[in-house]
């Protein structure tokens, strides 16, 4: 969850920041897309930071749920001018996480479902044939 919620985050400010969208402004959309309260709430504590003149990456820094990647990376596009390239980037790592994780838990899943398809379907097998048998054997 705090991966999608990071990656919901990353993608969003980066959109709105590429579009020209003011910092502060493109915080109040990102808390609403984030999907995740802890990190809305950090989202808008960072907003109250960057309007008083913090640097984002200090901001994010200082709510205390984003991972050092994450910060680091921002930083790094704070410093070279290129901060939706860097989202983009953090978006894209955190996106491939969520899937591999999905895909994972799918994987791990798949047997259970099979083992209990395979249950229902050997009770459905027996409840039909059992009379049929009874019936035979009384005869």
Known sequence: MQNAAIARFSRTLATTFKAGVPLVEAMDTVAGATGNIVYSDAVRRIRDDVSVGYQLNVAMRQVNVFPHMV???????????ALDTMLFKVAEFYEQEVNNAVDTLSTMI?????????????SLVIGMYLPIFKLAATM
């Open 110 to 122: 798949e047997p259970m479902v099979m083992v209990i398809l395979g249950g229902l379907v050997g």
């Open 71 to 81: 910060i680091q990376m921002t930083a790094i596009g704070e410093e070279a001018g």
